[in-house]
C-alpha cells in the first residue's frame, strides 16, 4: 500500500529542512488558521518524530535536530523554491504531460538557509561565487533582494557590494554551504 504524506507535516518538514526553523505563527499564516490549530499540528507530528525538531527559546521556534530525517519532501531545492513561487507541478502534471523534466541542480539546505535568512532579515552574506566570467571563486559580500527563477534555473537579485549594483546569482554557482560573517542590516543605495 502507498502512504500519501499528509500535507500538513509535507510543509513542517519543508520549512524546516530548508528554511533551518519553523514556527506556529508561520504556519497558521500559510493554512490561513489559528496560531492554536498550527500549533496542535506541530505537536502532532512531534509526537510521530519525536527526535526531529527541538525548540529554541531564543528564536522560538523550532530547529532540526540530530534526528530530523524528512520522510515527506523530496529534498531538492526546486520544491521549496516552486513553493515558494505558488507553482506546483503536481497540478500542472495533466497537462504538461509531455514537458521534460529538468536535472535537479545540487543546491543544499545549509546553502539556502542564510540565504532565505539574509531574505527575510535584510542582511549581508559573504559568499563565494563561481562566475562565468572566471574560473575563480571570488569572495563578495551581497545582499539578497529577490528570488527569481527562469526557465531553467534559480537565481538570487541581490545587491553586490564589490559591483555596486543588482546582480543575478545563479544557486547552483555558489558552494554546498555559505557562512554568514556581516549580520548587519542591509542599506540599499
Given at each position: 500500500m502507498i502512504q500519501?504524506?499528509?500535507?500538513?507535516?509535507?510543509?513542517?518538514?519543508?520549512?524546516?529542512?530548508?528554511?533551518?526553523?519553523?514556527q506556529p505563527g508561520q504556519l497558521a499564516l500559510y493554512w490561513q488558521c489559528t496560531r492554536q490549530h498550527a500549533s496542535k499540528r506541530?505537536?502532532?507530528?512531534?509526537?510521530?518524530?519525536?527526535?526531529?525538531?527541538?525548540?529554541?527559546?531564543?528564536?522560538?521556534?523550532?530547529?532540526?535536530?540530530?534526528?530530523f530525517v524528512p520522510a515527506s519532501i523530496t529534498r531538492e531545492a526546486n520544491e521549496y523554491l516552486n513553493w515558494l513561487t505558488g507553482y506546483s507541478p503536481?497540478?500542472?502534471?495533466?497537462?504538461?504531460a509531455w514537458?521534460?523534466?529538468?536535472?535537479?541542480?545540487h543546491i543544499t539546505p545549509e546553502l539556502?538557509?542564510?540565504?532565505?535568512?539574509?531574505?527575510?532579515?535584510?542582511?549581508?552574506v559573504d559568499v563565494d561565487y563561481g562566475s562565468?566570467?572566471?574560473?575563480?571563486?571570488?569572495g563578495r559580500v551581497i545582499v539578497p533582494h529577490h528570488l527569481v527563477k527562469t526557465a531553467a534555473r534559480w537565481?538570487?537579485?541581490?545587491?553586490?557590494?564589490?559591483?555596486?549594483q543588482f546582480r543575478d546569482f545563479v544557486l547552483?554557482?555558489?558552494p554546498p554551504a555559505l557562512f554568514t560573517k556581516h549580520q548587519n542590516s542591509a542599506v540599499f543605495c
Open positions: 500519501i504524506p499528509n500535507p500538513a507535516y509535507w510543509l513542517i518538514e519543508l520549512l524546516t529542512w530548508w528554511e533551518g526553523r519553523v506541530l505537536n502532532e507530528y512531534r509526537a510521530l518524530h519525536p527526535d526531529a525538531l527541538a525548540y529554541s527559546r531564543a528564536l522560538k521556534a523550532y530547529l532540526p535536530a540530530s534526528g503536481a497540478t500542472q502534471q495533466r497537462l504538461a514537458a521534460l523534466q529538468l536535472p535537479p541542480r539556502m538557509r542564510p540565504i532565505v535568512q539574509a531574505l527575510r532579515e535584510g542582511r549581508r562565468i566570467t572566471s574560473a575563480d571563486r571570488n537565481h538570487i537579485r541581490a545587491w553586490c557590494e564589490d559591483k555596486k547552483s554557482r555558489f
